[in-house]
């Protein structure tokens, strides 16, 4: 972190329940909120960092868990969780991209492009790569044949989940299987 204009008491931090007095806190705090302020626009970084420190001073447990900042041209968070969440709940059955565009209150084309840049890959890949992951778990942990498996992680056939499969990891599904019940 770049170095600030005044110096932060961590003491805060390290003292005892009720030693500390309100009004010291209150004051802490608005410096703190107040440097984030003038940061945010020249680094989001050591501004988010800043913020994290406030919330701690008012005892936000959650702090750790923030999301980071959203990748530039990305998705909110509150957008990359709630697709996340939906296919999650969804994969098994058919998506469309106009329903995740829709959740996320973007355009279709827009929504695109945004995943991309923060997910790294296009929502169909996405989508067939959670696929495939759930098809992996039964395929080890149940004896469940590879039709049924197909139809129960959202693939027409087990046809298209052995072309799809063989795409992301170079072997069909049965070798694939095979191979990780013999070792």
């Given at each position: 972190m770049s170095a600030l204009p005044f110096q932060i008491?961590?003491?805060?931090?390290?003292?005892?329940?009720?030693?500390?007095?309100?009004?010291s806190q209150h004051h802490q705090l608005?410096?703190?909120?107040?440097?984030?302020?003038?940061?945010?626009e020249q680094n989001e970084n050591d501004a988010m960092d800043l913020i994290r420190r406030a919330s701690a001073l008012v005892g936000?447990?959650?702090?750790?868990e923030w999301p980071e900042p959203?990748?530039?041209g990305g998705l909110a968070p509150w957008q990359a969780r709630?697709?996340?969440?939906?296919?999650?709940?969804?994969?098994?059955?058919?998506?469309?991209?106009?329903?995740?565009?829709?959740?996320?209150?973007?355009?279709?084309?827009?929504?695109s492009a945004a995943f991309r840049a923060t997910f790294g890959t296009s929502p169909h890949d996405y989508i067939s790569r959670r696929r495939i992951d759930h098809a992996k778990q039964l395929m080890?942990?149940?004896?469940?044949?590879?039709c049924e498996i197909a139809l129960d992680c959202g693939f027409a056939d087990q046809s298209h989940l052995c072309r799809v499969f063989r795409r992301f990891t170079?072997?069909?599904?049965?070798?694939?299987r095979r191979n990780r019940r013999i070792a």
């Open positions: 008491d961590d003491s805060l931090h390290r003292a005892p329940a009720g030693a500390v007095s309100l009004a608005t410096r703190l909120l107040a440097q984030a302020m003038s940061l945010a936000n447990s959650d702090v750790e959203p990748t530039r709630r697709v996340r969440r939906y296919i999650e709940k969804a994969f098994s059955e058919r998506i469309n991209i106009d329903e995740l565009a829709e959740i996320t209150r973007l355009s279709t084309s827009y929504f080890l942990n149940t004896d469940t044949p590879l170079g072997q069909t599904p049965a070798t694939w």
